[in-house]
Each structure stands twice: as structure tokens, then as C-alpha cells.
């Protein structure tokens, strides 16, 4: 019994240490991510083009931008920072949670717009 309360302490640990370590990865990403950057999603579809850093979301331009609007993603949303910023979704996914973000008004996380 003991033995398994050791391991599920240290498994919480491990999940602890491995949350801080992809936490400072997307502060990384984010602070790579430059104006006029490629977005793509995880298929390598195109989802639009970086206009700037607000805070802590990335700012979409809206020429690009399948509603006219700029859209805003997440650290959450970047999966890697390559020369383009991929995205953890589809390019699908995240243009429908645009479309979905627009007509709830919405402005925070994937398909954020304003």
C-alpha cells in the first residue's frame, strides 16, 4: 500500500515538472513569433497571417481573415515556432471556432475576434 502512495505522489510531481516545463516551452514559442509570420494548422493548411503580440495572445491579421475581423489565438493554441507558427488544431478547427467566436462575440482563445 505504502508503495503505491509513493508512486502516485511522485507521479504528481512528474506531472507537476512536466506542466512547467511545456508552460516555459510556449512562453518560448510565443516570444519567437514575429509580424507578418505564416499561421498554419496542424495539417500545415493555412489559418492567416500574424499582425502582432497583445498580451498574451497572437493577433491574426484581418486581411487574410475568413471573417474580416482579426482573430486572436493562444500560447495554448501554438504547438511549435518554425519559420511559420503551427498550430496544435487543424486549420479547420480553429477557422470554425473563428466563425463560432464571431457569431457569440466572443474574444478570448482560439477564434477570439475583435
Known amino acids: 500500500m505504502y508503495g503505491g502512495t509513493q508512486t502516485k505522489s511522485l507521479n504528481s510531481i512528474s506531472l507537476v515538472v512536466y ?4 508552460i516555459k516551452e510556449k512562453i518560448m514559442n510565443i516570444s519567437e513569433i514575429q509580424k507578418d509570420m505564416k499561421v498554419v494548422g496542424s495539417d500545415g493548411e493555412h489559418v492567416g497571417t500574424v499582425d502582432g503580440i497583445d498580451g498574451d495572445r497572437i493577433k491574426l491579421t484581418k486581411y487574410d481573415s475568413p471573417n474580416g475581423q482579426h482573430n486572436f489565438l493562444t ?6 515556432v518554425d519559420g511559420a507558427v503551427k498550430l496544435v488544431k487543424t486549420a479547420d ?3 470554425k471556432s473563428f466563425a463560432n467566436e464571431t ?7 482560439a477564434g477570439g475576434t475583435w
Not at 75 to 80: E, I, L, N, P, Q
Open 19 to 22: 506542466d512547467e516545463v511545456k
Open 75 to 80: 500560447a495554448d493554441d501554438v504547438d511549435t
Open 93 to 95: 478547427e480553429i477557422l
Open 103 to 109: 457569431s457569440a462575440g466572443g474574444a478570448s482563445g
